[in-house]
């Protein structure tokens, strides 16, 4: 056939091209997104074609002769000129028959434009978003040309040995013309396939110039595998590393890649390349930057994966592609799996997308846990990261290896800086230890002087220090590792404690070795305390748990830890003091000479302020006590009589 013939475009397909022209997609320049993508598919196509052994059993004609002879490079040329307010997209890949010419961009979609037609109506009509969302789901991506296109001229040549070449032209108004190329016009026509767009008028300017063009390939073409050069320089010049074999990639090249993508230009403190089959498809390229960006909460919106399909950016920072306490994480997910004109409201709640998530989690966790082999190198990750990843607590899918990644400081930690996981607490407990025990405060030196962990310290039972309040939540969600409950030390019950031997009988530095004083008196000094201190408090009782403080402030309900209570308290903006128990310690000296005092004259003014000032301190250090002008004066007035005491003694 070599006349050229018309045929019309089916009835839906011109509808289907006014949709498409008038409310699709809202960045025209789209358009060249889908045309590389296309152009580089074609590519692609002939690569495999030549790459596959020929078969044997292959019938005749149907040999595939993928041009041996022509090995020019294969790349997509992408050349403007003004004047003529022309653009021409060209590659030398697979090319197309005529009879592949006329199924591909004749029939809108194999897929079927008139089951496109009915999705459309059935969701509202051809109505921007709605449209854009049921577009991912056909191919109809060559057709966006007429956004910005008056005409298009296709001329292609099959790579097919006996293959002809083919024109096609349409204005996108209803019909097409085709005719096959002889003679002097076929010779002019290389393997492969080139799209010339004369430009809407309004258009013209946008899309003819060379550095405007280039900055839309990188922008949504980067990655494509094949050179894209516009006016013959390179546009496109960072290759989609993910995509690459692990063991062909240089550290250098990582780097390069970790810069291009975060700025950053620091090293990653790692990087991790998968390559997923199952549930989903899917490449990734993963980051974990040696700096946090979440420094004092900025940059909260900063984060989320670039997601590609088939090399093509479809969106940068897709924050449903991996959990929120992974934020650290940074880098691309490329999969074949979603259509290239996916909108972005199809991907909310994509199924698809949430298992990538699934998958990505699991992967994070266990490079996480591999990382943690070498202590230095996780240390340095903890520091940085630690605070968003303990909102992982939330994540009861994976809550063995989250809590297997947990770190702390502890009692048994020679410093501030070494850490402890609930393992290395497990392998050192007591023989009978059936608790992990932990305790919150502001730093390592107020947890040392905690009059709760006085008993700890007394039997050498290790106490994991919590400093921030998401740890208390932590604890409070994971409940136990292992069979270990996690317990907070002021909730220990002291018998649990008591039979253990004492670690260092001889340097004790408390008064264990001392006689409590009589039941009686010291009932009756209870008595009194509660009397002074009426209802600040809801009970006072003798403390088994203190050994070197005479006093110290319990929860009456026995599960809410103080500093979870605190931090209830500030979130419903509650300031009074909650009422406590007030435990004495019998055998400390003071405790004992009040008792003796208060025996001896049950109305003595000083062991009322005493007993206040006992109560006082304690609130302090609980960190309750807002006007310590009582407790000031108190003190100075202690002092005043001890000095003239001490005077007379003297
Ligand atoms: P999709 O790419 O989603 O299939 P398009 O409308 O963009 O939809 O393209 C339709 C078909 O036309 C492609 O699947 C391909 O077979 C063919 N095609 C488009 N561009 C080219 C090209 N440059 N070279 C070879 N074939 C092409």
Redesign the pocket.
């Known amino acids: 056939m070599t006349a050229q013939a018309t045929y019309e475009f089916k009835a839906e397909i011109k509808q289907l091209l006014d949709i498409l022209v008038h409310s699709l997609y809202t960045e025209r320049e789209i358009f060249l997104r889908?045309?590389v993508?296309?152009?580089s598919?074609?590519l692609d196509k002939l690569r495999i074609t030549a790459a596959a052994p020929k078969s044997s059993g292959a019938g005749e004609g149907e040999t595939d002769e993928a041009n041996e002879t022509d090995d020019a490079p294969l790349e997509i040329r992408i050349e403007a000129d003004k004047d003529a307010k022309t653009l021409t997209i060209a590659?030398n890949?697979?090319?197309?028959t005529e009879a592949?010419l006329v199924e591909?961009?004749g029939t809108?979609?194999h897929s079927g434009s008139a089951s496109f037609l009915r999705a459309l109506k059935e969701s509202g009509g051809p109505n921007g978003q709605t449209a854009d969302g049921i577009i991912g789901r056909f191919?109809?991506?060559?057709?966006s040309v007429y956004m910005v296109a008056q005409s298009v001229r296709i001329t292609?040549r099959s790579h097919r040995e006996d293959a002809q070449p083919v024109e096609w032209i349409s204005d996108g108004q209803g019909s097409y013309t085709i005719r096959e190329l002889t003679g002097t016009e076929a010779l002019a026509v290389p393997r492969?396939?080139k799209?010339e767009l004369t430009l809407k008028d309004d258009q013209a300017a946008e899309f003819t110039e060379p550095d405007d063009l280039r900055q839309v390939i990188r922008k949504h073409s980067n990655f494509i595998g094949f050179p894209i050069l516009v006016g013959g320089e390179r546009a496109n010049t960072v290759p989609a590393l993910w995509r690459e074999p692990k063991f062909q990639i240089t550290k250098d090249q990582y780097k390069e890649f970790y810069t291009f993508l975060t700025y950053d230009h620091d090293e990653p403190l790692d990087t991790l390349h998968l390559s997923v089959d199952a549930p989903v498809q899917f490449n990734a390229l993963c980051f974990i930057p040696k700096k946090s960006k979440d420094f004092m909460g900025f940059d909260r919106e900063d984060w989320g994966l670039d997601l590609y399909v088939r090399r093509v950016l479809i969106q940068r920072q897709n924050k449903d592609l991996i959990p929120q306490h992974l934020m650290f994480v940074r880098g691309v997910v490329d999969t074949e799996d979603l259509?290239?004109?996916i909108s972005r409201e199809t991907l909310q709640d994509n199924l698809l997308i949430r298992k990538i998530n699934t998958t990505l989690a699991k992967q994070v966790l266990a490079h996480l846990a591999k990382m943690a082999e070498d202590k230095d190198r996780y240390a340095e990750f903890w520091r940085e990261h630690s605070r968003v990843f303990k909102a992982g607590y939330m994540d009861f899918a994976n809550r063995e290896a989250f809590a297997g990644l947990l770190r702390f400081n502890s009692s048994s930690s020679a410093d501030a800086g070494e850490l402890v996981s609930f393992d290395d607490y497990i392998s050192r407990a007591k023989p009978d230890q059936k608790k992990i025990y932990f305790a919150y405060g502001p730093s390592r030196e107020a947890l040392k002087l905690n009059p709760h962990l006085e008993i700890f310290r007394k039997k050498g039972v290790e106490v994991l220090y919590l400093f921030e309040p998401i740890d208390e939540f932590v604890m409070d969600a994971l409940r136990a590792h292992k069979d270990f409950a996690l317990t907070p030390a002021e909730m220990a019950k002291p018998e649990d404690l008591a039979s253990l031997p004492d670690v260092d009988a001889a340097n004790a530095t408390d008064n264990a070795d001392q006689a409590a004083p009589e039941m009686d008196a010291l009932d009756a000094l209870f008595a009194r305390f509660k009397t002074v201190l009426g209802d600040a408090v809801t009970e006072v009782r003798a403390s088994a748990r203190l050994t070197g403080s005479p006093c110290c402030l319990m929860n009456p309900d026995g599960h809410t830890t103080s500093s979870m209570d605190k931090i209830m308290r500030s979130m419903s903006h509650d300031n009074s003091v909650p009422k406590k128990v007030l435990e004495l310690n019998p055998k400390h000296e003071l405790i004992r000479n009040l008792a003796a005092l208060n025996q001896a004259d049950p109305a003595d003014p000083f062991v009322e302020q005493a007993a206040r000032q006992l109560f006082e301190s304690a609130l302090l250090l609980e960190g309750y006590l807002t006007d310590p002008h009582a407790l000031v004066g108190r003190i100075q007035d202690l002092l005043a009589k001890s000095s003239g005491w001490y005077a007379k003694a003297k």
């Open positions: 889908e045309l993508s296309n152009a598919d074609a590659d890949g697979i090319g197309m592949e591909n961009i809108i979609a191919g109809v991506g060559f057709y292609t492969g396939t799209i259509p290239l004109n």
